[in-house]
């Protein structure tokens, strides 16, 4: 009988083969203080299964292999001791991870078939549903690559552990928009970048179930959609590459599955890409433990930058995440994130909204007034970037949106885009 361990950051899994050269695999939550807690726990759940206990489990064993990312996630994250580290003069990437190049991230790498998927996707988001995407389109499209760099054809050994999420929405994102400067009708606006903590790894143990260790991720749910030349974002765009396909988790499923408490899902008012056609606003989600601590770990782009808008379009309010504690003050959290809610405290997550297509001053006053009435926009952003002026029942003044919208159209610099 042989072992396999690998000890990640959120949970560890255990590979068992048997005699009979069978594999059975076993999952735990990872235990940060002590690692080796979490290896025994998996082995545990592995003898549970048998009906014996680890020790007798472990004593059949003839090969036990161990591996692990803590060091790795100690240095993304930040959480290593302070050292000092000597070396020759003209080598401070000595340390750098060889199979990420010099002074790269292991895992920001695309492999080539998601290099070529990814431009070809922005290339059909752009050219609108005229053009079937089937092999006789696939063959007209010819997609350069480089070798040995991040967008390209990887040297192998070289990590592409996010080949299918960050960096690959990137390139989508930015042939899309590209496309969009051919003219109007072409291209679509950015979608906004994965992920808020909605969509956060969740761990811990759950005190309704008698301690049973739980580890998932949760996907409470991200719009980011994009807008094109003839339709506002998706509210479900999710990632460039999903495309609207992957279903938000119901709430009260997750209540029952997991120990915690969803407090808010709702959309961000004044978050969308502002166009003739508009982004899909933010998503905000707020969840928290209920009685026992729940680890949280994800990681967030977008928060500098918003997607941005193409042919007149204005970029999506950028990513924001937050950690509620128990006084109710929130403390805003970086890219990486991997921390602990004690009972009391709540995480927020803010998703990005999406960029928006052609000027907003060109956008129909109806569908200005309709945002309005869902909530998506506020009537002061309505007249401010809309150049839309709505009377006390919501309706749209049409002389007085004629009026504001001229003069954006004589003094540009005073009036919405």
């Known amino acids: 009988m042989r072992f396999a361990v690998d000890t990640g950051g959120t949970f560890t899994d255990l590979l068992v083969e048997d005699d009979d050269g069978l594999l059975h695999m076993y999952k735990a939550p990872t235990t940060p203080a002590d690692p080796v807690a979490g290896v025994l726990a998996a082995f545990e759940l592995a003898a549970a299964d048998r009906g014996g206990d680890a020790r007798s489990l472990l004593a059949r064993g003839d090969l036990f292999i161990h591996g692990t990312t803590i060091a790795t996630n100690a240095i993304l994250t930040g959480r290593t001791a302070k050292t000092a580290f000597l070396t020759t003069a003209g080598h401070p990437d000595i340390l750098v991870f060889r199979e990420a190049g010099r002074m790269g991230l292991p895992m920001f790498n695309l492999s080539e078939s998601t290099a070529r998927t990814a431009a070809m996707i922005g290339v059909f988001n752009g050219i609108g549903a005229s053009v079937p995407p089937n092999a006789g389109s696939f063959r007209r499209i010819a997609v350069r690559l480089r070798e040995n760099c991040a967008v390209g054809v990887p040297r192998h050994p070289t990590s592409c552990s996010l080949a299918t999420t960050n960096l690959a929405d990137r390139v989508i994102n930015a042939v899309q928009a590209a496309l969009a400067e051919l003219g109007d009708g072409f291209g679509m606006a950015e979608h906004g970048a994965i992920m808020s903590a909605g969509d956060g790894v969740i761990s811990g143990r759950d005190a309704r179930r008698h301690g049973a260790p739980f580890v998932n991720q949760v996907i409470l749910g991200q719009t980011l959609g994009g807008a094109s030349p003839a339709a506002d974002g998706w509210l479900t765009i999710l990632t460039p590459g999903t495309a609207g396909m992957c279903l938000w988790d119901s709430v009260e499923i997750d209540e029952l599955q997991y120990p915690i408490r969803v407090h808010e899902r709702r959309l961000v008012p004044d978050s969308e890409g502002a166009g003739r056609w508009r982004g899909a606003p933010a998503l905000s989600v707020e969840f928290g433990p ?45 890219a990486l994130v991997a921390i602990r809610l004690e009972r009391g405290e709540t995480i927020v997550g803010v998703c990005c909204g999406g960029g928006g297509y052609g000027r907003p001053i060109d956008r129909d006053p109806a569908r200005v007034a309709r945002d309005v009435a869902e909530g998506y926009v506020t009537r002061a952003r309505a007249e401010a970037v809309y150049g839309v002026v709505l009377d006390a029942a919501g309706a749209v003044d049409a002389a007085a949106t004629a009026r504001r919208r001229a003069v954006t159209l004589s003094f540009p610099g005073r009036g919405p885009g």
């Not at 941005?308 to 950028?318: F, N, R």
């Open 290 to 334: 209920l009685d026992e601590p729940v680890d949280v770990i994800f990681a967030v782009d977008g928060r500098i930058n918003g997607p941005i808008g193409v042919q007149g379009g204005q970029a999506g309010a950028p990513a924001r995440n937050y950690r509620r504690v128990a006084t109710g003050e929130r403390i805003e959290l970086g």
